[in-house]
């Protein structure tokens, strides 16, 4: 009866240490300059996203938030390096959705697990995305373009940026849920694929609003819906897919930030509490709405709720597609 008495004291005082230390390390946190390790390339949504965070971040602490371009392997290199960080809140990672949630159903085997290897601290900016079809197809909405692909026999073709590419899995959820069949025609990036859309050779494509205003608006190409629960403010005149008859079909990538599994709590909490105040600047809300996305906070406890059910919607929805990069 001691022993487990004095067991229980012991385990108690341990964790009461424990929290003192973390938030020791909370109150003089940072000391010296944070990596933010980036998944991709420089110059996509994960890297602005990233650099608006770590200029905020670098203004608010008075030190250097560093962003690491650190891509290949549709994300695995860079997340595999942040994921074996020390877990001192020195290393960051700012990731994207297609590869955090989509990674695990795309890949057999994976260096990093998407919940073991991380602690969530924010999210910070959505993207939804807008289904477009080539301006010589016969239809004008998303339900004339389900009626139009099942009279084909499934020869209708969609692009995407390539195999495992959120425009691929988005265009396979629309498969899925209209009961339609579509070829895959997989492009090496977005540019030639909605190339390709314009000049007819494909029939239809999944992209970011940004890069589809103009097009939609001179005619070159059709804006069918947006995959999203509301209307983008770049195109006011396209219905979300629940409007246009196809509720359920949601394509929105997201970006946020996450710790290496072992970051004391309370350097977690402090970086999160941080992060809500940058996010809900002016500043900041404009500077995603250039780039076609919404400025969009969740703590790190709402972060985790979200992370697995996206892992289990996009998970359901790539094995049923049957998808795999390996």
């Known amino acids: 009866m001691k022993t487990t008495l004095l067991a229980a004291v012991s385990a108690a005082m341990i964790a ?11 109150q003089n946190y940072p000391t010296k300059p944070v990596t933010i390790i980036v998944p991709s390339a420089p110059g996509g949504t994960t890297d602005i996203a990233a650099r608006l965070v770590a200029e905020g971040l670098s203004k608010h602490y008075g030190k250097s938030f560093v962003v690491e371009n650190k891509g290949g392997a549709s994300g695995n290199i860079g ?38 290897s991380f602690v969530p601290v924010a999210l910070v900016l959505k993207a939804p995305h807008v289904i477009l079809v080539s301006k010589d197809l016969p239809v004008n909405t998303l339900q004339e373009f389900v009626a139009y692909a099942k009279s084909k026999n499934g020869s209708v073709t969609y692009a995407s940026s390539g195999p495992g ?35 007819g050779s494909v029939n239809l494509f999944i992209t970011t609003p940004p890069s589809a205003v103009g097009h939609i608006s001179s005619g070159a ?10 209307r983008h403010p770049l195109l006011p005149n396209v219905p979300t897919t629940a409007e246009a008859g196809v509720p359920g079909l949601e394509l929105t990538a997201w970006f946020a930030m996450y710790a290496p599994a072992g970051t004391p709590k309370a350097i977690v909490d402090d970086l999160s509490a941080q992060i809500k105040t940058l996010v809900e600047s002016e500043d900041f809300k404009a500077q995603a709405a250039k780039q076609g996305a919404y400025a969009v906070f969740l703590g790190a406890d709402e972060l985790g709720e979200f992370t697995q059910q996206e892992l289990k919607v996009w998970g359901e929805v790539i094995r049923k597609a049957n998808i795999t990069l390996e």
């Open 16 to 26: 009461a240490l424990g929290i003192c230390a973390g938030d020791a390390l909370a």
């Open 79 to 116: 997340i595999t390096e942040a994921s074996r960080a020390r877990p001192d809140g020195y290393t960051l990672l700012l990731t994207y959705s297609g590869y955090q949630v989509n990674n695990p159903a795309l890949f057999k085997s994976l260096a990093w697990d998407p919940i073991k």
């Open 221 to 230: 190409v059709k804006g069918l819906a947006i995959a999203a629960p509301e």
């Open 165 to 199: 590419s959120i425009q691929h899995i988005g265009g396979e959820q629309l498969a899925q849920l209209t009961g339609i069949k579509m070829i895959h025609v997989p492009y090496k990036g977005a540019g030639p694929a909605l190339t390709d859309l314009l000049a």
